[in-house]
T-cell receptor, first 112, second 109 residues
Framework: DSGVTQTPKHLITATGQRVTLRCSPR?????VYWYQQSLDQGLQFLIQ???????AKGNILERFSAQQFPDLHSELNLSSLELGDSALYFC???????????FGSGTRLTVV | EDQVTQSPEALRLQEGESSSLNCSYT??????LFWYRQDPGKGPEFLFT???AGEEKEKERLKATLTKKESFLHITAPKPEDSATYLCAVNNAGNMLTFGGGTRLMVKP
């Protein structure tokens, strides 16, 4: 157990739907990062939050949004889902400042 | 734009056959180079952080080294349980990790 908790582990939904992925960071970590991993793209950075504020954005689609709550857990919202959104979505956390991330076990999203 | 390229994409070794994985990078303001191991369907597991050229880190059969342009992950006498995808990533001034495509390692008994 890495200390980063992601729920749900698996999600199957239809095109056009909206889903919410949840992440609880390691105790004490203020930064949360979301990554998407598909077979042909590798790990792609989506967005970073630090202590409730958005810090950096990667190649995140406008249909996707995220937030970090006062208790530091984070949610990634994916809407108007397309088949191509099927992927593993990872959350990672890190303490304040530079350093490596600790990843969660991911949410596997399948859009049918 | 930060770039990380890993080679080879896939590597098959016999148990006990040592080899090296390569990670070439370009980054503005390197704040660390990271190696992760990822098993199928699981999240990446942290292995090493390297910060400056010449630095080396070791853990069991793995040894990571760093130059100004690349990093190597040396695997000595690998075992089947070392089979996984090994990911390299660089941390820039924005504390964002940019990952390479990974090397899929398979160690046959």
């Amino acid at each position: 157990d890495s200390g980063v908790t992601q729920t749900p582990k698996h999600l199957i939904t239809a095109t056009g739907q909206r889903v919410t992925l949840r992440c609880s960071p390691r105790s004490g970590d203020l930064s949360v990062y979301w990554y998407q991993q598909s077979l042909d793209q590798g790990l792609q950075f989506l967005i970073q939050y630090y202590n409730g504020e958005e810090r950096a954005k990667g190649n995140i689609l406008e249909r996707f949004s995220a937030q970090q709550f006062p208790d530091l857990h984070s949610e990634l919202n994916l809407s108007s889902l397309e088949l191509g959104d099927s992927a593993l979505y990872f959350c990672a956390s890190s303490p304040q400042g530079a350093g490596g991330y600790t990843f969660g076990s991911g949410t596997r999203l399948t859009v049918v | 734009e930060d770039q990380v390229t890993q080679s080879p994409e896939a590597l098959r070794l016999q148990e006990g056959e040592s080899s090296s994985l390569n990670c070439s990078y370009t980054v503005s303001g390197l704040r660390g180079l990271f190696w992760y191991r990822q098993d199928p369907g699981k999240g990446p597991e942290f292995l090493f952080t390297l910060y400056s050229a010449g630095e080396e880190k070791e853990k069991e059969r793995l040894k990571a080294t760093l130059t100004k342009k690349e990093s190597f992950l040396h695997i000595t006498a690998p075992k089947p349980e070392d089979s996984a995808t090994y990911l390299c990533a660089v941390n820039n001034a924005g504390n964002m990790l940019t990952f390479g495509g990974g090397t899929r390692l398979m160690v046959k008994p």
